[in-house]
T-cell receptor
Framework: QKEVEQNSGPLSVPEGAIASLNCTYSDRGSQSFFWYRQYSGKSPELIMFIYSNGDKEDGRFTAQLNKASQYVSLLIRDSQPSDSATYLCAVNAGNQFYFGTGTSLTVIP | DGGITQSPKYLFRKEGQNVTLSCEQNLNHDAMYWYRQDPGQGLRLIYYSQIVNDFQKGDIAEGYSVSREKKESFPLTVTSAQKNPTAFYLC?????????FGPGTRLLVL
């Protein structure tokens, strides 16, 4: 059973702060890792993907991957109220994608 | 304008009725997927297809059926055997190892 675990939150941070979202996965054969943002009532939107150990930065977002610890995280710098959403962690292993249940983030103005 | 489209946005099903959810993509992606999302829960895989005329069951295929006659299209039928169909249904497609989602169809039971 391939599992992806996320802290369901809710996570609240003040505007301008750094939000840190964490995810662990069980399958060491997982090859690629994704973060999706899902606003209430909407479909998931891909915001970051990472394949190699280390950090990957895109604007205010940084994804961090540690395959030895089977851990992937997402940092959101200078958090904005528009970042308030549920963030889904996903991993790809073979032909399928496995999703966590999501972390709800609220950015307080 | 490339993307994944799903229709309808909302669908109402009567007791004992089969309903079909449409999913079309013009991204030239080979693989397509159907997920179900219930409130407060993660995505659960219903069916997926890697190529035309071939598809595999996911974790919760019972009560659902699919077809893949064209690369661009992957319709999902919710049959009367699915006793708890109320959910948000998401279609996705993937190129290489990256997956993208359509806007979703919300299915409600009358």
């Amino acid at each position: 059973q391939k599992e992806v675990e996320q802290n369901s939150g809710p996570l609240s941070v003040p505007e301008g702060a750094i939000a840190s979202l964490n995810c662990t996965y069980s399958d060491r054969g997982s090859q690629s890792f994704f973060w999706y943002r899902q606003y209430s009532g909407k479909s998931p939107e891909l915001i970051m993907f990472i394949y190699s150990n280390g950090d990957k930065e895109d604007g205010r977002f940084t994804a961090q991957l540690n395959k030895a610890s089977q851990y992937v995280s997402l940092l959101i710098r200078d958090s904005q109220p528009s970042d308030s959403a549920t963030y889904l962690c996903a991993v790809n292993a073979g032909n399928q994608f496995y999703f966590g249940t999501g972390t709800s983030l609220t950015v307080i103005p | 304008d490339g993307g994944i489209t799903q229709s309808p946005k909302y669908l109402f099903r009567k007791e004992g009725q089969n309903v079909t959810l449409s999913c079309e993509q013009n991204l030239n992606h080979d693989a397509m997927y159907w997920y179900r999302q219930d409130p407060g829960q993660g995505l659960r895989l219903i069916y997926y297809s890697q190529i035309v005329n071939d598809f595999q069951k996911g974790d919760i295929a019972e009560g659902y059926s699919v077809s893949r006659e064209k690369k661009e299209s992957f319709p999902l039928t919710v049959t009367s055997a699915q006793k708890n169909p109320t959910a948000f249904y998401l279609c996705a497609s993937s190129l290489s190892q990256t997956q993208y989602f359509g806007p979703g169809t919300r299915l409600l039971v009358l």
